[in-house]
C-alpha cells in the first residue's frame, strides 16, 4: 500500500521550508520572473516545485498587468528535471501518477498561459528539465547551455520530454538525445532550433529585456489571440488551419486595438493600445 | 453597410493604373518569373495584387512550356505584406473576408502550381510577404534577406503568416518571429531551414538559374506528379503516406518518361523526354 | 505477362553469388553492424539487397545480447538507391509492387527494431540510400558525405524517400532536394538536422564508438520501451501524446531496471542491470 501523498511529501522533504522557499517571483514593467532557487537539488522539479511553478505561472497569466513571463534557474543548472527520490515503489502507484499528471498541466500550461513564455538557459537543461524548456514559447542560451536527456541511464527513459523535444528539433536530434542520453551544446540546440537566442554569456541580459520590450510593445489582447490560435493551428492539417486562421484574421481586425493600431499606422502616430480584447461596433 | 467591393478598390485605389503594372511577367527558357513591381508600396500584397498573382500563377502551371516559376520582388523589399489601409473597419466584414479568402487561395497555390516556385528574397520578407515566401516549394536568400512577422505591432497578429512559417522552421523560431515580431536575418533564417539556398549577393541570378536548369532538365509530368504527392503526403501519418507512396512510385514506373529515363540510363545516353503523363502498355 | 519473382531475379543477377555477398554482419559488445557489401553496384538497394538488409535487422533486433545497429555501406557510396535494372517494364507490375512493399518492410523496421539503428554516412547516400539514412534512429557523417533524391532525372521522382525526408528535415530543404534533384553536402545536412552528429573524417568511428557505449550502458528493455514510444507519439496530436506519455513513464518506474537505476542513483553507486523488462511487484 503506498502512503498518502501529503504524508509521503512530508516524508520526502523532511526540512522543508514549505513551497514558498522553491521559487522566486518578481514583476518589473510587465514582465513576471519566475526562478527555480533550489540549486542544492539541481532545481528538481519535485512535485512541489511543479505545483510552486504551475501556480506562479496561473496567476501571471491571469494579471492583465503582465505582458511576458521569464522562466529561468538559480545557479548552474537550469533544472535537472524529476526529483528520482519521489519514484521509488514504496512512493507507491498513485503517487507517480500524480507527478506525471502535475508534469503535463504544468508543461502544457506554458502554451495556454495568454502571455509568452521566455526560457532562459546558461547551464544545463536535463529530462524534464530540458521538456520545460521545449515547451516555452521561445528559449534566449548562453554559449555554456546543455541540454540533455539522459533518463534511460537510470532507467527511466525520457518518454514525456520527448514530447516537446521531438516536436522542435530533427528528428535525428532527438532520437541522438532520447537514446543516447548524450547532452547536446549550445550551438547544436541554437542549429537544431531548441534554442531561438543564443548569445554571448553577457548579453543573456539584454536579449531577454529586448525581446520582452518588443513583447510589451505590442497589445496584450492581439497577442493572447495570436498564441491561442498558434497553439492550435500547429495541431491542424493545413486544410483545415487556413480557413480557421482566415476566420481568427477577420475575427482580429474588429479588435479595437487592431483598428486602432491600423489607425496609427496610416496616421504615422504611436498607437495608443487599451490591451483588451473589445471590438468595434460594425 | 459595408462599400461594394468594386466601388472600394476605386475608393482604395484612385490612381490605379490597372492590375497589369503591379507585377511583371517574363518567360525565358521554360522559366516564368512573376515580380511584383510596386517598390513603393513595399510590393503590399493588396486585394489586387493577391488577385494579379493568383492569376498568373495559375497561367503559368496551365503551359506546358513552362517548367518553373521564379517569385520576386522589385526594390529592397520583397513584400511587406498585407495593405492595411483596405483592412479599416469603414471596408467591412466582407471585405476583410475577401481578403483573406483570395489570400488563402493564392498561398495554397503556389503548393498546387504543377511546377516548381522558387522564391528569391534578397532583401525583406514580412507578413503575408514572408508567409508568400514560406509557402514557396524552395527559396533563394542572398546575405541581406530579413524575414520577420510583426502584425502585432499594428494590432493584427501575423495568424495565417504563422500557418506556413510553423511547418517550415523549429517552434521556438517561429515562436520568436510571431511573438517579438523581431526580424531574424539570411544566416538565422537558413539555419531555420525557411531558405534552402544562402549564397552571396552576385551569386544569386546564379544560383536561381541553377535550381531552374535542374528542374528543367527533369520530365515536367513526373516532376508535376511527384511535387502533388509530396504536399499530399505531408499531410498524411507514417502509416498511410508508406503505402500511398509505394502506389504512387509504381505508377510512376509506368509513365513512358520513366521507362525513358530508366532504358537512357541503361544505355549510357542521354533520356529525350515527351514531359508529359502518357502511360507505357503493360 | 511478368516473369516469376524467381525467375526474374536469376535473370537480373546472372553471376549472383548468393545473398550472402550483399552485405556483411559483425557483431562486437553487442554492437551489430550491418554493411552493404556490393560497391560495384554503388550498394543498390536491389530486392535481394532489401530482402537481405531487412533479415538481418530482424535477426539483430531478436537478439538480446544485441544493443544496437549499425548501418553502413563499403566504398565510397552508402548506397546509390533501388536498382534501376529491376525496374524496367519487362520485370512487370507485381514485381515492381514487391520491390515497394519490401522497401517500405525494411525502411519501417529500422524504426521498429527494438534497439537503437545509427545510420553512419562518410560518401553519397542518393534516393532510396538517402530514404535508409532518413529512416535511421540517428545519423553519424563524415565531412565528405553527401545526400541527394535524384530519382526525377530518370524519369522516376523520389517520392517515397521524401516521406521519412520531409519529417526530417524543414520543408524548403526537402523541396529543394526533391525538387531539383541538387545534392546537399555534410555540413548543410547537419544543419537541416539530416545529421545529428557531424564530425571530422578521423573521427567517424570515435563518435560511433562512443554513441554505440553510451546506448549499451543503459538498460535494454527501457530503451526499446523508449524508442516504441518515440515513434507513436511522434504521429500523435500532442493532447493524446501526452496522456499517453503520463501512463508509459508510470509504466516505466516499474520495471525492475528503473527501480535499480533510481536505488542506484540515491546509493551513489553503479546500477546493475538485468535489460529485461521484468516489473517489481506493487
Redesign the interface.
Known sequence: MALHPRLLQRALHPGCRGLASLTRVSREEGVTTITLTSPATRNALSLDMMLRVTEQLEEAGAERAVRAVVLRGEGKVFSAGHN??E???DT??DY??RI??T??TM??LVGQVPV?VIGVVTGLAAAAGCQLIAS????VAGPHAQFSTPG?????????P??PL???????????M?????PIDAEQA????????LVAEDRVEEEVA??CA??A???RG??A???R??QR???L???E???A??R???D????R??????????DKRK?V?SHGEEK?E?
Not at 166 to 176: F, K, L, Q, Y
Open positions: 528520482l527520490k519514484m521509488t515503489v507507491g502507484y507517480h501518477k506525471f499528471d508534469c503535463e508543461m502544457r509568452p516555452c514559447d521561445l528559449v534511460a541511464a537510470v532507467g527511466l527513459f525520457c518518454h514525456t520527448g514530447i521531438a516536436r522542435r528539433v530533427p528528428r535525428a536530434v532527438s532520437g541522438h532520447l537514446l543516447t542520453g548524450l541554437a542549429m537544431a532550433g531548441l534554442v531561438s537566442s529586448k525581446i518588443a513583447i510593445s505590442k497589445p492581439v497577442v489571440l495570436g498564441k490560435f498558434y493551428q500547429l495541431e492539417p493545413m486544410s488551419a487556413y480557413p486562421g482566415g481568427v484574421m477577420v482580429n481586425l474588429w479588435y486595438d487592431a483598428q486602432e493600431g491600423i489607425q496609427a499606422f496610416k498607437p493600445f468595434v460594425s
